[in-house]
Structure formats: structure tokens, C-alpha cells
T-cell receptor, first 115, second 111 residues
Framework: AQKITQTQPGMFVQEKEAVTLDCTYD???????LFWYKQPSSGEMIFLIY??????QNATEGRYSLNFQKARKSANLVISASQLGDSAMYFCAMRSNFGNEKLTFGTGTRLTIIP | DAGVTQSPTHLIKTRGQHVTLRCSPI?????VSWYQQVLGQGPQFIFQ???????GRGNFPDRFSARQFPNYSSELNVNALLLGDSALYLCASSLYTGELFFGEGSRLTVL
């Protein structure tokens, strides 16, 4: 079974500052992928970044980077130079590379950017 | 290009009724997945269909069923609605084992 833990229910960050959203995971699968999604109030889940379990380097996508520490089973999302539009719910998720496309999500972190 | 579209966007039902939710995937995507997101929680996997065949099922009762049509659109059906079925139902499509693209969801309220 897979499990995602997000321990920060809510965070407040000053505009233009960097922010780190925590995510730890648990799985017995040898090969898996880790994802971060942003969910604004509209409800749509917006894909931000992906990290494969065998990727040697941490993933980056523009202002988003994923701090992947495999031994600690953590996959923290770092947002640099935060903007007001970054205010949303953020979900960490994982998927086994074997079988179907099931994503297992955490409970999310509500990020609020303060002007 | 159109993204994943879901209908209806909002609906209200009473306990015991039946509901059908619809999803049109991105053009060219043959895989469709359904998720239930209860308020304050992360989405929970319900079903995945690929090429009209069920490829995965989450831990949901038999009141939940789904199907995929030849044009790869999909329906999620829920029978004998309970108050606890109130949630945002999200549909996602992909090229299979690739990135999942989500729709904006159907928000179901059961009274």
C-alpha cells in the first residue's frame, strides 16, 4: 500500500519569498513517481512537477523544484519568488510504475501568499 | 485545444437517488480515471478505464460503477446516494502512464 503524508494543513508566506511544502511517502514498490498538483478554488488539479524514483537529479519546472531525498522518503516542493497567484491548495501524490494509473494523494496544504 | 470537460458542474440530489456524471477526455487520450474528493481531503481513486476496459478500481462500494465509450468518453454512476457521497468528482485523462490532466470536476451535494 502507498501512503502520502503532508503535515502542514496551512501556510502563510510573504509575497516574493520562497516556500517549502513538505511531503513524505511510504511504499514498497521499487519504482514509482512522485507528483505535485495545485488546486485553486475552481477545483481543477493543475500538474506542477514530477520526480521519478530513479531520477538522479531533482526535478525543476520554472519556479518549482522538488527536493527529493529517497532515503528519507521525502519529496518536498519548493516554490521560489512566491506570487499572489500561488495561493491555492497543494497536493503531493505518488503512483507505482507497475499496474494502473492510480494516484495516491496526501491531504494537502493550503498556501496563502500575503501581499 | 479543449481540456478535460465534465458535466454537470454542480448538482443536488436527495438520498436514495441515482446520479450520472460525464467526462470527455482530451482528444487522443484513451485513458480516463475518476476520483472522489471529499471536502478537506485529497482525491481518492475510484476507477481507471483504458480502451473501454477497467484497469483499476479503488476501495468503493458496488454502488459506484463506470464505463467508457468507443469515443473514450466516460460515465460515472452512483446508485442509492448517501449523504457521504457529497463530494467533488474529478475526471482525469492521459495517454496511459503519462501525465494526468484533470477536469474542473462535478460538485455533488446529497441532501
Amino acid at each position: 500500500a502507498q501512503k502520502i503524508t503532508q503535515t502542514q494543513p496551512g501556510m502563510f508566506v510573504q509575497e516574493k519569498e520562497a516556500v517549502t511544502l513538505d511531503c513524505t511517502y511510504d511504499t514498497s514498490d521499487p519504482s514509482y513517481g512522485l507528483f505535485w498538483y495545485k488546486q485553486p478554488s475552481s477545483g481543477e488539479m493543475i500538474f506542477l512537477i514530477y520526480q521519478g524514483s530513479y531520477d538522479q537529479q531533482n526535478a525543476t519546472e520554472g519556479r518549482y523544484s522538488l527536493n527529493f531525498q529517497k532515503a528519507r522518503k521525502s519529496a518536498n516542493l519548493v516554490i521560489s519568488a512566491s506570487q499572489l497567484g500561488d495561493s491555492a491548495m497543494y497536493f503531493c501524490a505518488m503512483r507505482s510504475n507497475f499496474g494502473n494509473e492510480k494516484l495516491t494523494f496526501g491531504t494537502g496544504t493550503r498556501l496563502t501568499i500575503i501581499p | 485545444d479543449a481540456g478535460v470537460t465534465q458535466s454537470p458542474t454542480h448538482l443536488i440530489k436527495t438520498r436514495g437517488q441515482h446520479v450520472t456524471l460525464r467526462c470527455s477526455p482530451i482528444s487522443g487520450h484513451k485513458s480516463v480515471s475518476w476520483y472522489q474528493q471529499v471536502l478537506g481531503q485529497g482525491p481518492q481513486f475510484i476507477f481507471q478505464y483504458y480502451e473501454k476496459e477497467e484497469r483499476g478500481r479503488g476501495n468503493f462500494p458496488d454502488r459506484f460503477s463506470a464505463r467508457q465509450f468507443p469515443n473514450y468518453s466516460s460515465e460515472l454512476n452512483v446508485n442509492a446516494l448517501l449523504l457521504g457521497d457529497s463530494a467533488l468528482y474529478l475526471c482525469a485523462s492521459s495517454l496511459y502512464t503519462g501525465e494526468l490532466f484533470f477536469g474542473e470536476g462535478s460538485r455533488l451535494t446529497v441532501l
